[in-house]
């Protein structure tokens, strides 16, 4: 409580008014709410716990600008509790130690209290497992949010006491109707928003309704004559946002579909996989590490030249550097992409490994073991066709068959049935 000679706290429609669009515009009610009807249809849990004033514990995943915050909000004000906010990048234990302190002299009075966390993937495991008290007992209603996966970043005692809510990047209509609302408001004053400026911030803001909202609003404080043109909007925000997080989600979900693109034989998605990392600062050697290892995993030896194709690539990122470096990233991309593929010896490796797994390491036969220990070793250059018949695998492995060609390495296959009738195999 202030004291008389403390100038009285600012209202809620002061603050709001001085802040900026993308705080102005947040929804204060679900009814304003706009996106993830998928969490908050009509008779959904989290929507009944909503309308009920009874919230739980959460975590609520998704990209920025997807309303973490703002459903955080709506969850305290229909509960009618106090809202305590912290930032899990700037807080420590004193910072989480006093919201704990005043939710519990709230407590004695009745009054509940939301304590919100953001990026709480930030806290490690300690400072996480010091929440777990409070939220176990009911002091707070703990509601996390984070950009990364939780099953992750976020401990299992905490995730088993609390809900997974995960909100996806708004849909170009949710945004649409955002920016049309702040203009229909009069939040930018007289200002007029040509409709090919709305739909070029909608198209570009990637589902992030604060990027939107604000290159909006830097639009209409910069654009002359109170009349925001495309050539503004595109001012504003030069470039669209890349939600891409060198070692998060978002990085593994690329690189993923990278090899994906690629394995499939898609050149021009394999390219847009390789432009996303490159344009969200991803380590070019990281790419390069995954070139080599695809080009054996699944060219193999349907084309060998794949994997002098990828070393090279690797060699010469680390010799030039970015950004001439992204030429041979890009060409060693299309290369693998229309490379024949084959997981022949791959597969081949596998389940030697897992025979091995399964029956032990066989000792080799007496010909085949080092120095003088090996008698009787029919050494191949003596035969005709360097082939000789010998047995090479130990005695409770032999007759077995681990790799078989693929239908892109026909040449190679046929070369191993010539081989095979020459040490007298059975096909």
């Not at 202030?2 to 600012?10: A, D, I, K, T, V």
């Not at 070692?247 to 021009?268: C, E, F, L, M, Q």
Request: glycine residues 8%; negative net charge.
């Amino acid at each position: 409580m202030s004291s008389l000679f403390e100038p009285p706290e600012p209202s809620a429609e002061t603050v709001r008014a001085g802040a900026p669009l993308a705080a102005r515009m947040r929804p204060r009610t679900l009814g304003e709410y706009v996106g993830q009807d998928h969490l908050l249809h009509d008779g959904s849990p989290l929507r009944r716990a909503i309308e009920s004033g009874r919230p739980h514990s959460m975590i609520l995943h998704g990209p920025p600008g997807t309303g973490k915050t703002t459903l955080a909000r709506i969850v305290a004000d229909s509960a009618d509790a106090v809202f305590e906010e912290l930032s899990a990048v700037q807080a420590g234990r004193p910072e989480v130690r006093a919201v704990m302190e005043r939710a519990e002299q709230r407590r004695r009075t009745g009054r509940r209290t939301v304590f919100f966390l953001d990026e709480i993937h930030r806290f490690n495991k300690a400072q996480q497992d010091a929440l777990l008290p409070a939220v176990e007992e009911g002091l707070v209603t703990l509601i996390g949010a984070t950009t990364e996966n939780p099953s992750y970043e976020v401990n299992g005692a905490l995730l088993s006491r609390a809900r997974v809510y995960e909100l996806r990047g708004l849909s170009d209509d949710d945004v649409r109707t955002l920016l049309l609302r702040a203009l229909e408001r009069g939040e930018l004053g007289l200002v007029r928003v040509d409709d090919d400026a709305v739909e070029w911030l909608v198209a570009r803001a990637a589902g992030d309704a604060r990027t939107a909202l604000s290159a909006l609003e830097l639009a209409a404080t910069t654009a002359p004559a109170s009349v925001v043109t495309l050539a503004h909007a595109e001012e504003a925000l030069q470039r669209r946002i890349l939600h891409y997080d060198r070692v998060g989600d978002n990085h593994y979900d690329t690189i993923s579909a990278w090899i994906k693109s690629t394995r499939g034989s898609d050149p021009d998605a394999s390219l847009y996989y390789l432009a996303v990392m490159l344009e969200g600062g991803e380590d070019p050697r990281f790419i390069t590490r995954r070139m080599v290892i695809l080009a054996s995993e699944d060219i193999g030896n349907a084309d060998p030249q794949a994997l002098q194709v990828a070393v090279a690539t690797a060699h010469a990122v680390e010799l030039i550097g970015l950004p001439e470096g992204a030429h041979a990233l890009a060409q060693c991309a299309v290369y693998l992409a229309l490379a024949p593929k084959s997981n022949a010896a791959y597969k081949a490796l596998g389940r030697a490994r897992q025979h091995v797994r399964d029956n032990g390491a066989a000792p080799p036969p007496v010909p085949l073991r080092s120095g003088g220990r090996g008698e009787g070793y029919d050494y191949p250059h003596d035969r005709p066709g360097h082939v000789s018949p010998q047995e090479l695998l130990p005695d409770t492995v032999a007759g077995q068959r681990f790799w078989t060609a693929s239908g892109t390495e026909r040449a190679l296959g046929e070369r191993h049935e010539r081989i095979r009738r020459a040490r007298g195999k059975t096909p």
